[in-house]
């Protein structure tokens, strides 16, 4: 009995979410990506010059003063974190882990929100999150250089597009529903 309960809970949070979610397109990826590719590129770098070596942050920021994601990534252990206050005592241990400050977080959210982008994952490429879309997300692969040509053949899928030499567009569906960039009409 509970778990039929469960069940139906479920189906009604995917139901209320997916009708009632934000829903953006790939022109709305490009859009932001041609009005903002001067901030978008302030975050890479910011971003990656925040990192420390053999470190790699995932963070997306919520509405308020949240922390949808904070993972910290160092020697393959991840310390992975959902859903926390910017000010708590564990936003606190990661950003010692990071020697980052509070100011540091708050100039990263405000380059975020400059760039009209809600996460980055450090890295090479840098991934920066444009907005949820449904249960899914939309992506920047913003590489250093021009993208290898041994990466290209993975960043020629329905997941990716490649829109420039340094860009690579990506759509992640989520738990349920397409994987894939929407066909285009």
């Given at each position: 009995?509970?778990?039929?309960?469960?069940?139906?809970?479920?189906?009604?949070?995917?139901?209320?979410?997916?009708?009632?979610?934000?829903?953006?397109?790939?022109?709305?990826?490009?859009?932001?990506?041609?009005?903002?590719?001067?901030?978008?590129?302030?975050?890479?770098?910011?971003?990656?010059?925040?990192t420390p070596l053999n470190t790699?942050?995932?963070?997306?920021?919520?509405?308020?003063?949240?922390?949808?994601?904070?993972?910290?990534?160092?020697?393959?252990?991840?310390?992975?974190?959902?859903?926390?206050?910017?000010?708590?005592?564990?936003?606190?241990?990661l950003l010692r882990k990071l020697?980052?400050?509070?100011?540091?977080?708050?100039?990263?959210?405000?380059?975020?929100?400059?760039?009209?982008?809600?996460?980055?994952?450090?890295?090479?490429?840098?991934?920066?999150?444009?907005?949820?879309?449904?249960?899914?997300?939309?992506?920047?692969?913003?590489?250093?250089?021009?993208?290898?040509?041994?990466?290209?053949?993975?960043?020629?899928?329905?997941?990716?597009?490649?829109?420039?030499?340094?860009?690579?567009?990506?759509?992640?569906?989520?738990?349920?529903?397409?994987?894939?960039?929407?066909?285009?009409?």
């Amino acid at each position: 009995m509970a778990v039929d309960s469960y069940c139906l809970w479920f189906v009604h949070f995917v139901f209320w979410y997916l009708l009632l979610g934000p829903f953006y397109s790939k022109e709305d990826l490009v859009r932001n990506y041609k009005s903002n590719e001067k901030q978008i590129n302030d975050v890479k770098n910011y971003m990656n010059s925040i990192t420390p070596l053999n470190t790699e942050v995932d963070i997306e920021f919520d509405k308020g003063n949240r922390l949808a994601i904070f993972h910290v990534t160092q020697n393959n252990l991840c310390d992975c974190n959902w859903d926390l206050q910017m000010d708590s005592t564990k936003t606190d241990d990661l950003l010692r882990k990071l020697h980052w400050s509070q100011a540091t977080l708050d100039t990263l959210k405000l380059k975020l929100d400059e760039a009209n982008c809600i996460s980055v994952r450090s890295g090479e490429p840098c991934q920066i999150g444009f907005k949820r879309s449904g249960m899914g997300i939309y992506f920047y692969n913003i590489f250093a250089g021009p993208i290898a040509d041994s990466l290209r053949s993975r960043y020629d899928s329905c997941t990716y597009i490649l829109y420039s030499d340094r860009v690579a567009l990506e759509y992640g569906g989520g738990a349920v529903g397409s994987q894939c960039f929407a066909k285009e009409k």
